[in-house]
């Protein structure tokens, strides 16, 4: 792979997109290309036909961006030098800064002969670039886990212990779950049961767990439960489908209205986990009292 300036390359293809002829004096003579070299990608777009290469061409040559050239077949020293000219032993870091990979790396072109030490240098830098901070977090978890333990786990095992499952044990957290003025057979309930189940999706999942906890993943098992989930039941005046749910994330609980019916609880539900993203509410029932609306589906059966 190459880089060119805008502007005319100065080459000849075929129909395969081989190179058959260079223009004297040209960019593409400049950068070291040859006869009987196949164009395959340009900007990393492949190239699977001849206009595909004619409307890359005419695109980044009109351009005011360098662009990247990438050939197939084995390139000779002398392209291989001439392509990296410009390139030192230095990279930029992910802070951003330049960093020389050897003892004045800045005055050391990279070349055919010193290519694979090259290599060796940005794979070493890269692997050592976050030592500190690793460092840093393998002493927080000696503080909780002794070293001995953690070489136990393969880091996939430890994710899991450390942050809990991506998908929501559903059973798990029903079971670890106590009811305050209703219960698990009312109605309402089974309601909210059957939402956690089959209408909401693994994100929305961990939005609700974040509006009523404050964390979006469970524990791995009941015994990492500090507390239970606590559903309570939520005292309103009139219509109870005009109320909106209240997380209390402190107590990992929620007030929950008696809702009439699946369709208006799912949308209560979905409407406080997705704009409600405070730590416990502010206000009390009263003053988040919604307008019953008059849509045909909040009064539906589902």
């Not at 190179?19 to 777009?45: F, L």
């Not at 930029?92 to 050897?102: F, N, R, Y």
């Not at 500190?132 to 136990?152: D, F, H, K, N």
């Not at 609880?265 to 009292?289: F, N, P, S, V």
Request: glycine share 6%.
């Amino acid at each position: 792979t190459i880089q060119l300036n805008p502007g005319p390359v100065g080459i000849g293809f075929n129909a395969n997109n081989v190179i058959i002829g260079v223009k004297p004096d040209s960019q593409g003579e400049a950068k070291g290309i040859k006869p009987g070299m196949k164009i395959t990608e340009i900007n990393g777009n492949v190239l699977k036909s001849r206009e595909d290469l004619q409307k890359e061409l005419k695109a980044n040559s009109s351009g005011i961006l360098p662009y990247t050239m990438t050939f197939a077949g084995k390139v000779t020293p002398s392209q291989f030098n001439m392509a990296f000219s410009q390139t030192q032993f230095v990279i930029v870091g992910s802070d951003q800064k330049e960093m020389e990979l050897v003892p004045k790396g800045r005055d050391v072109t990279l070349t055919w002969e010193n290519r694979k030490e090259f290599c060796e240098k940005i794979v070493d830098y890269r692997k050592s670039e976050f030592k500190e901070q690793c460092a840093a977090i393998r002493r927080g978890l000696a503080c909780v886990v002794p070293y001995p333990l953690l070489s136990i786990f393969a880091w996939e095992e430890l994710e899991i212990q450390v942050c809990g499952r991506s998908t929501m044990n559903v059973d798990l957290l029903q079971k670890m779950t106590r009811y305050q003025g209703c219960s698990s057979h009312d109605r309402h309930i089974q309601f909210f049961w059957q939402i956690m189940r089959e209408r909401f999706d693994e994100m929305e999942k961990a939005k609700f767990l974040k509006f009523v906890w404050g964390r979006a993943r469970l524990p791995v098992r009941a015994s990492d439960f500090q507390t239970h989930f606590t559903i309570k039941n939520l005292h309103t005046q009139g219509n109870p489908d005009a109320y909106m749910p209240i997380g209390h994330t402190c107590f990992f609980s929620v007030d929950m209205p008696r809702y009439t019916n699946l369709a208006i609880m799912h949308k209560r539900l979905l409407y406080a986990i997705t704009h409600c993203e405070a730590i416990d509410a502010d206000h009390g029932a009263a003053d988040i009292q919604v307008a019953a609306l008059e849509d045909s589906d909040d009064s539906d059966e589902d």
